[in-house]
Protein backbone atom coordinates (compact mmCIF):
# COMPACT_ATOMS: atom_id res chain seq x y z
CA UNK A 1 0.00 0.00 0.00
CA UNK A 2 1.03 3.80 0.11
CA UNK A 3 1.87 3.36 3.69
CA UNK A 4 3.83 1.41 4.00
CA UNK A 5 6.04 3.17 0.54
CA UNK A 6 5.90 6.29 2.32
CA UNK A 7 7.29 4.58 5.48
CA UNK A 8 9.85 3.01 3.78
CA UNK A 9 10.89 5.95 1.77
CA UNK A 10 13.90 8.22 2.28
CA UNK A 11 11.92 10.79 -0.18
CA UNK A 12 11.92 13.08 2.69
CA UNK A 13 8.27 14.28 4.20
CA UNK A 14 6.37 11.61 2.47
CA UNK A 15 6.38 9.31 5.37
CA UNK A 16 4.47 12.24 7.12
CA UNK A 17 2.06 12.84 4.39
CA UNK A 18 1.12 9.34 4.01
CA UNK A 19 -0.01 8.04 7.55
CA UNK A 20 -1.61 6.25 9.20
CA UNK A 21 -5.06 7.10 11.48
CA UNK A 22 -7.29 10.36 11.15
CA UNK A 23 -6.01 13.25 8.68
CA UNK A 24 -4.51 16.07 11.25
CA UNK A 25 -3.52 19.75 10.87
CA UNK A 26 -0.11 18.57 10.69
CA UNK A 27 -0.38 16.01 8.30
CA UNK A 28 -2.04 18.60 6.05
CA UNK A 29 0.69 21.07 6.64
CA UNK A 30 2.73 18.48 5.28
CA UNK A 31 1.23 17.29 2.42
CA UNK A 32 1.11 21.19 1.50
CA UNK A 33 4.85 21.64 1.83
CA UNK A 34 4.96 18.45 0.32
CA UNK A 35 3.33 19.11 -2.90
CA UNK A 36 4.39 23.05 -3.04
CA UNK A 37 8.24 21.73 -3.13
CA UNK A 38 7.16 19.01 -5.87
CA UNK A 39 5.11 22.14 -7.81
CA UNK A 40 8.38 24.06 -7.56
CA UNK A 41 11.14 21.71 -8.45
CA UNK A 42 8.86 21.25 -11.69
CA UNK A 43 8.07 24.61 -12.60
CA UNK A 44 12.07 24.99 -12.32
CA UNK A 45 13.17 22.11 -14.51
CA UNK A 46 10.33 22.41 -17.08
CA UNK A 47 11.91 26.00 -17.57
CA UNK A 48 15.89 24.56 -17.54
CA UNK A 49 14.67 21.93 -20.08
CA UNK A 50 12.59 24.32 -21.99
CA UNK A 51 15.69 26.90 -21.98
CA UNK A 52 18.47 24.18 -23.10
CA UNK A 53 16.07 23.00 -25.72
CA UNK A 54 16.01 26.67 -27.08
CA UNK A 55 19.65 25.75 -28.36
CA UNK A 56 20.20 29.82 -26.87
CA UNK A 57 24.04 30.88 -28.09
CA UNK A 58 26.06 34.02 -28.11
CA UNK A 59 29.17 34.34 -30.08
CA UNK A 60 31.20 37.43 -30.09
CA UNK A 61 34.38 38.42 -32.06
CA UNK A 62 36.65 41.27 -31.65
CA UNK A 63 39.61 41.69 -34.70
CA UNK A 64 42.02 43.95 -34.05
CA UNK A 65 44.49 44.28 -36.80
CA UNK A 66 47.75 46.06 -35.93
CA UNK A 67 51.05 46.80 -37.87
CA UNK A 68 53.86 45.72 -35.40
CA UNK A 69 53.20 42.43 -33.61
CA UNK A 70 56.20 41.28 -31.39
CA UNK A 71 57.33 37.90 -32.01
CA UNK A 72 55.40 36.15 -29.37
CA UNK A 73 56.61 34.16 -26.15
CA UNK A 74 56.61 30.44 -27.05
CA UNK A 75 57.50 27.76 -24.43
CA UNK A 76 58.51 24.17 -25.76
CA UNK A 77 58.17 21.41 -23.36
CA UNK A 78 59.75 18.21 -24.89
CA UNK A 79 57.81 15.79 -22.23
CA UNK A 80 61.16 13.62 -22.97
CA UNK A 81 63.67 14.53 -20.69
CA UNK A 82 66.65 13.68 -22.63
CA UNK A 83 67.45 12.42 -25.50
CA UNK A 84 68.23 8.82 -24.81
CA UNK A 85 70.73 7.84 -27.84
CA UNK A 86 72.93 10.14 -25.86
CA UNK A 87 73.01 9.06 -22.75
CA UNK A 88 76.80 7.43 -21.66
CA UNK A 89 77.42 4.53 -19.16
CA UNK A 90 78.66 7.05 -16.82
CA UNK A 91 74.98 9.21 -17.24
CA UNK A 92 73.13 5.92 -16.01
CA UNK A 93 75.89 5.34 -13.35
CA UNK A 94 75.08 8.34 -11.62
CA UNK A 95 71.84 9.55 -12.94
CA UNK A 96 70.11 6.16 -13.77
CA UNK A 97 67.68 6.45 -10.58
CA UNK A 98 67.35 10.05 -11.17
CA UNK A 99 65.63 9.07 -14.50
CA UNK A 100 63.99 6.09 -13.75
CA UNK A 101 66.18 3.97 -15.58
CA UNK A 102 67.74 2.29 -13.02
CA UNK A 103 66.64 1.29 -9.37
CA UNK A 104 68.67 1.69 -6.54
CA UNK A 105 70.55 -1.32 -7.29
CA UNK A 106 71.40 0.08 -10.31
CA UNK A 107 69.30 -3.03 -11.72
CA UNK A 108 66.84 -1.94 -14.82
CA UNK A 109 63.28 -2.19 -13.42
CA UNK A 110 60.50 -4.25 -14.49
CA UNK A 111 61.97 -5.42 -18.02
CA UNK A 112 59.50 -7.20 -18.83
CA UNK A 113 57.63 -3.78 -19.69
CA UNK A 114 60.18 -2.24 -21.70
CA UNK A 115 60.19 -2.09 -25.42
CA UNK A 116 63.04 -4.68 -26.77
CA UNK A 117 65.22 -2.12 -28.86
CA UNK A 118 65.51 0.12 -26.28
CA UNK A 119 66.08 -2.61 -23.53
CA UNK A 120 69.11 -3.98 -25.47
CA UNK A 121 70.69 -0.13 -25.39
CA UNK A 122 69.86 0.43 -22.11
CA UNK A 123 71.61 -3.04 -20.96
CA UNK A 124 74.40 -2.20 -22.63
CA UNK A 125 74.84 0.77 -21.31
CA UNK A 126 73.99 -0.58 -17.46
CA UNK A 127 76.42 -3.23 -17.72
CA UNK A 128 78.90 -1.92 -15.32
CA UNK A 129 80.93 -4.74 -14.65
CA UNK A 130 84.09 -4.01 -14.46
CA UNK A 131 83.68 -0.10 -14.91
CA UNK A 132 85.11 2.66 -12.78
CA UNK A 133 82.95 5.54 -12.66
CA UNK A 134 84.12 8.76 -13.41
CA UNK A 135 83.38 12.48 -12.60
CA UNK A 136 79.86 13.53 -12.83
CA UNK A 137 78.49 17.29 -13.56
CA UNK A 138 75.18 17.79 -13.56
CA UNK A 139 75.15 20.77 -15.72
CA UNK A 140 77.24 19.38 -18.44
CA UNK A 141 74.70 16.46 -18.63
CA UNK A 142 71.63 17.99 -18.90
CA UNK A 143 73.31 20.01 -21.61
CA UNK A 144 74.70 17.29 -23.55
CA UNK A 145 71.79 14.91 -23.22
CA UNK A 146 69.10 17.68 -23.53
CA UNK A 147 67.33 18.09 -26.59
CA UNK A 148 67.93 21.03 -29.06
CA UNK A 149 65.55 23.22 -30.13
CA UNK A 150 66.83 22.58 -33.93
CA UNK A 151 66.15 18.92 -34.14
CA UNK A 152 62.88 19.69 -32.51
CA UNK A 153 61.68 22.71 -34.44
CA UNK A 154 59.96 21.12 -37.99
CA UNK A 155 58.38 24.22 -39.35
CA UNK A 156 58.36 27.49 -37.90
CA UNK A 157 56.44 30.63 -39.65
CA UNK A 158 55.44 34.12 -38.93
CA UNK A 159 54.25 37.19 -40.30
CA UNK A 160 54.76 35.33 -43.92
CA UNK A 161 58.59 34.56 -43.58
CA UNK A 162 59.67 31.33 -42.54
CA UNK A 163 61.62 31.10 -39.16
CA UNK A 164 63.64 28.45 -37.54
CA UNK A 165 65.40 27.71 -34.44
CA UNK A 166 67.98 30.94 -34.79
CA UNK A 167 64.81 33.09 -33.98
CA UNK A 168 64.21 31.81 -30.80
CA UNK A 169 66.64 31.98 -27.53
CA UNK A 170 67.06 29.22 -24.85
Given at each position: ???????????????????????????????????????????????????????????????????????????????????????????????????????????????????????????????????????????????????DLKDMMLYCKFKGRECNHEDFKT
Amino acid sequence: SIQIFANTSTLHGIRHVFVYGPVTIRRLLWTLAFVGSLGLLLVESSDQVAFYFSYQHVTKVDEVMTNSLVFPTVTICNLNEFCFSRLTTNDLYHAGELLALLDVNLQIPNPHLADPAILAILQEKANFKQYKPKVFNMQEFLARVGHDLKDMMLYCKFKGRECNHEDFKT
